[in-house]
């Protein structure tokens, strides 16, 4: 019995299959209004016909949902569909020989313009348009990822294109989408606005990638070696359990070989990591977190100044002095910096940071005395070479002459170079020369300070004294009306002062081919009594204090290292008239000219000033100056030796 219920099971499961292959070969072909016959044809585009041809005579025909696909026979063995509505539906078909099969129909819109265009971007790349939902489906396997973005853009473009679905009341005239599409090129939040507004379909990338694109730590590692980041190594600090471009952070460690090299690093890495982003000041920022002793920032400590290619920088020393160093100007000796909003992290170690010794010389020479020095060069040379020009010393080579670069550096005082104000070279002896000059009193030492900064730091310098001013005087009010009365003193009184003397302000800075770049500011200032008693004699008031005779001069300039560089141009003049007679006879007629003398001198100082700046660099330590043996090696030596002399006289004795 339950052998005749197995054979009786197997032979109905049979006779299922066997009616199953025999309904599927009802379906002959379907013809798409392209002209394009084929079996397998199941999606079938908006609004077109399609001819239906069976192989078996037709019974009768049902569709699903008839809004979406409307059909109709047209003999026993054809029928004839109209795609109406995109959607999905199946249509069932019976057959004369008491059969029936099921098709599954895809309606979908004319996607022909778009599916060569994203043939033409790559042949693998296919495209379906999912039926249950407004949404595009991009299959396939391209070489690298620009052909998947390719590919999605081109999608994106061509849905945002439209127009959205006729239901739509914001697109139902022509007028208005127009303008809609106009804007849509326009600020970032019209689109946005857009895109809630219309309907466009949904871009599914499916598109596999052969070739993965690097990642944002190999792209980073890869861009900075080009800057001199080589010693540079980015690691990313995870947030979570995958990485996470928004959350995590990029921490560069290791060293650079100077502070230009640090800034072209940052900068790199900033605008790999945040792109468009880092036009915004908030994301352009490199924030200074701790110096270089491990001192932690507060935000009230914290100042901001520009920064390299776009990018500023905030922080300061963090104490509440008056100093003027800050780590802003030379961010080289930060021990953790902040850049991209946090998106990165920097601990790179700079290794060169240089020091700066500006020698300053300042010389006032006296032009009347020097155009009346005769000076011998007979003591310093051995002749004149017509040849080359030279003095020669003498017993030496006329090449090797001294007194060739007095020679020149005599020419910028005396006015052979009047047309230079600023004169950088190693030919011109001046310690030379106003040793020379000041011995004969033609020239005045007024200073001789010697600076050392930081790279980028600035220094200042200043001798001298104050004069105090004072200040006194009683308001007395309105006279009539907005006039206002005169002020007497003695009521409110003060006192200021006025500093006189020398002062000297020096920035410098070095490149990486050790360029020292040079701002300074030089002023002299004294106390001019003959100023002081003309403004009192014309005021016809006495003054309280002293008027000043002030030079300064600011400049930048570019030197090599050890290049000296002489300023002049600052030129004071004193003319002076005396007049000495004998009181009483001075008054007799005729006779009292013989008594008197007069005598009248006009004095003219140029402020000459020589600086010479030189770079102090820190001795590496891991140059070993000084190696000595160990203990160990030394017995070992020892040991050795004696054993080699043992040897050597049992030799001898067996000789």
Same mark, same amino acid.
């Given at each position: ?195 809630? /507004?219309?309907? &466009?379909? %949904?871009?599914?990338? #499916?598109?596999? @990638? ?8 190999? +792209? *980073? ?113 930060? /021990?953790?910096? &902040?850049? %991209?909003?946090?998106? #990165?992290?920097? @601990? ?8 700066? +010794? *500006? ?116 308001? &007395? ?179």
């Amino acid at each position: 019995m339950k052998f005749f219920k197995l054979v009786l099971i197997n032979y109905i499961w049979l006779l299922a299959l066997f009616s199953t292959v025999c309904a599927a070969d009802g379906l002959k072909f379907v013809e798409t209004a392209d002209s394009k016959k084929s079996k397998e044809t199941r999606e079938l585009v908006q609004w077109t016909h399609s001819r239906l041809v069976f192989n078996k005579p037709l019974e009768r025909i049902a569709v699903g949902q008839e809004e979406t696909l409307q059909v109709e026979v047209l003999s026993k063995n054809e029928a004839l569909a109209l795609a109406k509505k995109v959607g999905r539906t199946s249509v069932m078909v019976w057959y004369t020989d008491n059969t029936s099969e099921t098709f599954l129909f895809t309606v979908t819109s004319d996607l022909s313009v778009l599916h060569h265009a994203i043939k033409d971007i790559h042949p693998n790349i296919s495209l379906t348009l999912a039926p249950d939902r407004n949404a595009l489906v991009l299959r396939g396997k391209v070489p690298t990822i620009k052909y998947r973005i390719a590919a999605e853009a081109a999608a994106r473009n061509y849905f945002e294109a439209g127009q959205g679905d006729n239901d739509n009341v914001l697109l139902q005239s022509s007028a208005i989408a127009s303008l809609v599409n106009n804007l849509r090129m326009q600020d970032k939040d019209v689109q946005h606005t857009l895109k809630r /507004k219309t309907k &466009s379909a %949904a871009i599914i990338n #499916l598109i596999k @990638v052969e070739i993965l694109p690097e990642d944002i730590v190999t +792209r *980073v590692k890869n861009n900075i070696n080009l800057v001199g980041g080589e010693s540079v190594t980015v690691t990313r600090v995870q947030h979570g359990d995958v990485p996470n471009a928004n959350q995590d952070t990029l921490l560069l460690k290791g060293y650079v070989d100077n502070q230009v090299e640090l800034v072209r690093v940052l900068t790199v890495a900033s605008r790999l990591v945040t792109g468009e982003e880092s036009k915004k000041s908030k994301e352009a920022i490199i924030t200074i977190l701790a110096n270089e002793s491990g001192g932690l920032f507060t935000s009230n400590s914290k100042k901001s100044s520009a920064g390299p290619a776009g990018l500023g920088i905030s922080g300061s020393s963090g104490s509440s002095g008056s100093s003027d160093n800050n780590l802003a100007s030379n961010i080289g000796r930060a /021990k953790l910096l &902040s850049i %991209a909003g946090g998106k #990165l992290l920097s @601990v790179i170690e700079v290794r060169d940071l240089p020091l700066i +010794r *500006v020698s300053v010389q300042m010389y006032e020479v006296n032009h009347r005395r020097l155009k009346q020095w005769r000076p011998d060069f007979s003591v310093l040379s051995k002749g004149y070479d017509k040849t080359s020009g030279n003095f020669g010393l003498a017993g030496a080579s006329p090449n090797e002459s001294s007194s060739t670069k007095v020679n020149n550096a005599l020419q910028v005082l005396g006015g052979g170079l009047v047309n230079n104000l600023q004169v950088a070279g190693k030919d011109f002896a001046f310690d030379l020369l106003f040793s020379m000059l000041e011995e004969e009193g033609i020239s005045k030492t007024l200073s001789r300070p010697t600076l050392t900064v930081l790279a980028g730091e600035s220094a200042v310098f200043s001798a001298g004294g104050e004069v105090p001013v004072p200040t006194a005087f009683a308001p &007395s009010g309105i006279v009539s009306g907005d006039e206002v009365g005169a002020n007497t003193s003695g009521v409110f009184s003060g006192t200021t002062f006025k500093s006189f003397g020398v002062q000297l302000q020096v920035r410098a800075m070095v490149d990486e081919h050790d360029r020292i770049t040079l701002d300074l500011n030089p002023t002299i200032s004294t106390p001019d009594t003959l100023l002081t008693q003309e403004i009192s004699s014309s005021t016809g008031s006495g003054l309280n204090t002293s008027a000043f005779n002030v030079r300064s001069i600011s400049t930048s300039t570019r030197l090599r290292d050890g290049q000296p560089m002489v300023i002049g141009g600052l030129v004071s003049r004193d003319i002076n008239n005396n007049r000495d007679f004998i009181p009483g006879a001075s008054r007799v007629p005729v006779l009292g000219k013989l008594a008197e003398s007069t005598s009248d001198s006009d004095t003219e100082r140029e402020l000459f000033i020589i600086v010479t700046p030189t770079i102090v660099r820190e001795m590496k330590h891991e140059v070993n100056l000084w190696q000595f043996p160990s203990t160990e090696f030394l017995l070992q030596k020892s040991v050795f030796n004696v054993n080699q002399a043992f040897n050597a006289s049992e030799k001898e004795t067996v000789k």
